[in-house]
């Protein structure tokens, strides 16, 4: 086991929680940061997270904080675990009360609305150049109930300075937890956020009552948009084959833990997308990134036929199963030409 480092975590919620204990579990001092002060002092009375992860017995080494600059004052790394629509908020208060340099690390997936930025771009704004050390982004097919239990779970670690990357794989990687590193923070970044994307989709055509061949459509076809809107934002192709591309669809598009599934799954059922919302009780990341990545498609004349008809199911009213007819009626097309357009593309800017 590596040095104990002092960490910081933003956002006590299931997947900030669930990540304390593999930092505890791997002996480092953790502090979750939590804006709820009743939930900082729960948390280091009872070392539980009930409303986020039931029956889950923290580590008495993590601790509940609740004021900001406390949590981050003489800490290491910062690791934000708040839901995308939090980020620049936190991230901006983290920039008037934060003194040192930092390893900055993100966990979260999605895409900003409006300004279509990426969560480490959003980062990169708020926080002032003498703070920001490195950036790293975790991301990867993990639900927070199994990281909990111990379950065996992969994750990558991406970062542009591989050093950075090769920092936060040491610091979270355990028997359990298993860490790979990749250069392309682009793809990583995407692929984790455009997935929920898919898995709202394919719990809608469960709750429709479609079967298993429309959710592997929904899958491959899906990727295919995600490697073509990731592409085009300068990704490496390649990344959507790894953890966090197909990996991380297959867990999302597949497991009843994920809440952009559930969530599709009651809309494909027939309820109204705010009712749906609010019966979750936590982020289902896949709505607002569906607005994001559909005006990002337009803007970049990027074809996302699956994007663009949740989006309409979303927010103009459109029946998911006149969602699902018209998908399938779409134009005729060849299945590999995306493939071969995205690597040669891919290969041109390369050797350039
Ligand atoms: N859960 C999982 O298995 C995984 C989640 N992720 C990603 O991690 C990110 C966080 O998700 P997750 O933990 O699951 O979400 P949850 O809904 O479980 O928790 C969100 C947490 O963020 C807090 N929060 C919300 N807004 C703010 C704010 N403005 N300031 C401070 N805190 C705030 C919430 O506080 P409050 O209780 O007061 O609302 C809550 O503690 C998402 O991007 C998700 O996609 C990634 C991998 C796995
Ligand atoms: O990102 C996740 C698993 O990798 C969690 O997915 P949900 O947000 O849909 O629960």
Known sequence: MGKSQRVAILGAGSWGTA?????????HDVRLWTHNKVQADVINETHRNERYLPNVELSSSIKGFYQLDKAIENTEIIVFAVPTKAMREVAEQVNKVCHGSKTIVHVSKGIEPDTHLRISEIIKQSLSETILKDLVVLSGPSHAEEVVLRHPTTVTAASDQIQAAEMVQDLFMNQHFRVY?????????????????IALAAGITDGLGYGDNAKAALITRGLAEMARLGTTLGANPLTFSGLTGIGDLIVTCTSVHSRNWRAGNLLGKGKKLDEVLESMGMVVEGVRTTKAAFQLAQKLDVSMPITEALFHVLFNDVSPKEAVDQLMSRVKTNEMEDLVNILGEHHQTESK
């Not at 590193?181 to 994307?197: F, H, P, Q, R, Y």
């Open 19 to 27: 990540l304390a204990l593999v930092l505890a579990d791997n002996g």
């Open 181 to 197: 590193t990749n250069l392309d923070v682009v793809g990583v970044e995407i692929g984790g956020a455009l997935k929920n994307i």
